[in-house]
Nanobody
């Protein structure tokens, strides 16, 4: 059973940075896509970034390009989302997703 555990959310001022972590377990394949989604109050869940463990290719939503970076620590089976130059509109619950499974979500609030 796939398990995804996110951590690293919190409150940050505009222009600040946060790093989210997603620890994945319950599967042995080393060839999969893993991504981050977010859902702001009153809005639909949207894709933020995705990474392929096969070739390391990445994808970013236009709204976060140049500010967010997705990466992976193979030894820990953990995926990170480094978020910089955060804006109030980045406020949302961020979810990790892979192999039809979702994490529990991490709240990110950007406010002064």
């Amino acid at each position: 059973q796939v398990q995804l555990v996110e951590s690293g959310g919190g409150l940050v001022q505009p222009g600040g940075s946060l790093r989210l972590s997603c620890a994945a377990s319950g599967f042995t394949s080393d060839d999969y896509h893993i991504g981050w989604f977010r859902q702001a109050p009153g809005k639909e869940r949207e894709g933020v970034s995705c990474l392929s463990t096969w070739d390391g290719s990445t994808w970013y939503a236009e709204s976060v390009k140049g500010r967010f970076t997705i990466s992976r620590d193979n030894t820990k089976n953990t995926v990170y989302l480094q978020m910089s130059s955060l804006k109030p509109e980045d406020t949302a619950v961020y979810y990790c997703y892979t192999r039809s499974s979702w994490g529990q979500g991490a709240q990110v609030t950007v406010s002064s």
